[in-house]
């Protein structure tokens, strides 16, 4: 008989849980530069009278009608009632996971992934298949293996692209041969899309999932292109309403409804979405240049595929130093933190993170740590 299992720990949070707040300078982050509330008040002339005047009641299951507004402007079919607002991405991947699996399905995950990708699909008891990424092959996508792992009854594939950690970025004639593949089962497609919009060359941008398969669940956030985590809104849209039904019944046990601060100001930031998503994209592509350099200076230690999309690369530790020590130990006495790849299962590779501000701070700092 099929049981859910017990969830696998979330190795990123655990190591960031122990770092994040302490290490002085991040250079690993996946999230773009944030910002003070002043800022995204300054975008429209009531917002402030409008934040001060709301009232602190219960809101919307699915969301405000505002905010599931300001959702459906970003894509081209999904319109607002395709749309369920969420505490966050995070909890998108727990509750579709947890809706649409059952002990005993088949569900495919592309790895490496964000942990909770694979362990939250694993706890729900279904069979779980890795549809594997290397960087020997430059992280390229193998439709062919996909193919191969696919069942007449395969449920559901999880994929994030643009991807964390690698930066790769799948080509628009894959997604659509990928889509015509799940098409043909019946297979549902959590389309991971977090980092839409932070693509380096924007004539790579994908469509939405949702836009162009009735059976994807775009998951999307303000996490990271947006680079307001602190907000913790998500949201999934779907225009087949059976799948988001069961996401927004499932939510009920969980938020029930989101923050209606954080509502009214992603609603007013997804207002201004070109603007703010410029500006991180911009940060990116300027600081890509001295990470790039950074690696290429230490090429006896460092290699990597250059990532295509995002504000994070996934370079590999050419020596054989334990990578998770070397990274506590780069921490605590230099005071710049890195993410070692144990917490991808992929322990040679260390995450690094350049959409914030303070990089070539940390990089010099990083220098200095390595010349000692
Ligand atoms: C690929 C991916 N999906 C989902 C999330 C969760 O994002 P949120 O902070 O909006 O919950 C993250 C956060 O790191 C992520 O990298």
Same mark, same amino acid.
Not at 72 to 84: E, K
């Given at each position: 008989?099929?049981?859910?299992?017990?969830?696998?720990?979330?190795?990123?949070?655990?190591?960031?849980?122990?770092?994040?707040?302490?290490?002085?300078?991040?250079?690993?982050?996946?999230? =773009?530069?944030?910002?003070?509330?002043?800022?995204?008040?300054?975008?429209?002339?009531?917002?402030?009278?409008?934040?001060?005047?709301?009232?602190?009641? &219960?809101?919307?299951?699915?969301?405000?009608?505002? /905010?599931?507004?300001?959702?459906?402007?970003? &894509?081209?079919?999904?319109?607002?009632?395709?749309?369920?607002?969420?505490?966050?991405?995070?909890?998108?991947?727990?509750?579709?996971?947890?809706?649409?699996?059952?002990?005993?399905?088949? #569900?495919?995950?592309?790895?490496?992934?964000?942990?909770?990708?694979?362990?939250?699909?694993?706890?729900?008891?279904?069979?779980?298949?890795?549809?594997?990424?290397?960087?020997?092959?430059?992280?390229?996508?193998?439709?062919?293996?996909?193919?191969?792992?696919?069942?007449?009854?395969?449920?559901?594939?999880?994929?994030?692209?643009?991807?964390?950690?690698?930066?790769?970025?799948?080509?628009?004639?894959?997604?659509?041969? $990928?889509?015509?593949?799940?098409?043909?089962?019946?297979?549902? /497609?959590?389309?991971?899309?977090? &980092?839409?919009?932070?693509?380096?060359?924007?004539?790579?941008?994908?469509?939405?999932?949702?836009?162009?398969?009735?059976?994807?669940?775009?998951?999307?956030?303000?996490?990271?292109?947006?680079?307001?985590?602190?907000?913790?809104?998500?949201?999934?849209? =779907?225009?087949?309403?059976?799948?988001?039904?069961?996401?927004?019944?499932?939510?009920?046990?969980?938020?029930?409804?989101?923050? #209606?601060?954080?509502?009214?100001?992603?609603?007013?930031?997804?207002?201004?979405?070109?603007?703010?998503?410029?500006?991180?994209?911009?940060?990116? $592509?300027?600081?890509?240049?001295? $990470?790039? @350099?950074?690696?290429?200076?230490?090429?006896?230690?460092?290699?990597?595929?250059?990532? @295509?999309?995002?504000?994070?690369?996934?370079?590999?530790?050419?020596?054989?130093?334990?990578?998770?020590?070397?990274?506590?130990?780069?921490? #605590?006495?230099?005071?710049?933190?890195?993410?070692?790849?144990?917490?991808?299962?992929?322990?040679?590779?260390?995450?690094?993170? &350049?959409?914030? #501000?303070?990089?070539?701070?940390?990089?010099?700092? $990083?220098?200095?740590?390595?010349?000692?």
């Amino acid at each position: 008989m099929h049981r859910r299992v017990r969830i696998a720990p979330f190795e990123i949070e655990r190591f960031y849980e122990r770092w994040e707040f302490s290490a002085e300078l991040m250079l690993s982050s996946s999230d =773009c530069e944030s910002r003070p509330v002043a800022d995204l008040l300054a975008l429209e002339p009531d917002a402030g009278e409008r934040l001060q005047s709301l009232h602190l009641g &219960y809101t919307e299951v699915p969301g405000s009608p505002e /905010l599931r507004g300001a959702v459906a402007s970003t &894509y081209d079919l999904a319109g607002p009632d395709d749309v369920l607002t969420l505490a966050a991405a995070e909890e998108g991947i727990f509750l579709a996971y947890h809706a649409l699996l059952d002990p005993g399905d088949h #569900a495919i995950v592309e790895a490496p992934s964000y942990g909770s990708a694979v362990n939250l699909a694993r706890s729900t008891g279904a069979e779980i298949s890795l549809w594997q990424r290397r960087h020997e092959d430059g992280w390229a996508y193998d439709l062919d293996e996909l193919e191969r792992l696919l069942r007449p009854d395969t449920r559901l594939l999880y994929l994030n692209s643009p991807h964390n950690p690698t930066g790769s970025q799948l080509s628009a004639a894959d997604q659509q041969r $990928l889509v015509a593949m799940l098409a043909e089962r019946g297979t549902v /497609l959590l389309s991971d899309e977090v &980092y839409r919009g932070l693509e380096h060359d924007e004539a790579d941008r994908l469509p939405a999932a949702c836009d162009i398969y009735e059976r994807a669940l775009s998951l999307n956030t303000v996490s990271k292109s947006y680079g307001l985590p602190g907000l913790r809104i998500g949201w999934l849209a =779907c225009r087949e309403r059976s799948l988001l039904d069961r996401v927004r019944e499932l939510k009920l046990y969980t938020t029930i409804c989101s923050s #209606a601060p954080s509502e009214l100001l992603v609603a007013l930031a997804l207002r201004h979405s070109a603007r703010l998503i410029g500006e991180a994209r911009a940060l990116v $592509l300027g600081n890509l240049p001295p $990470l790039a @350099a950074f690696l290429a200076r230490h090429e006896e230690l460092f290699e990597w595929v250059p990532p @295509a999309a995002g504000p994070i690369g996934f370079p590999r530790v050419r020596d054989d130093r334990d990578v998770r020590a070397w990274c506590e130990r780069t921490a #605590a006495e230099a005071g710049v933190l890195l993410l070692p790849g144990y917490v991808y299962d992929e322990p040679r590779h260390v995450r690094v993170g &350049y959409g914030r #501000a303070g990089l070539r701070e940390a990089l010099a700092r $990083l220098e200095t740590h390595l010349a000692a």
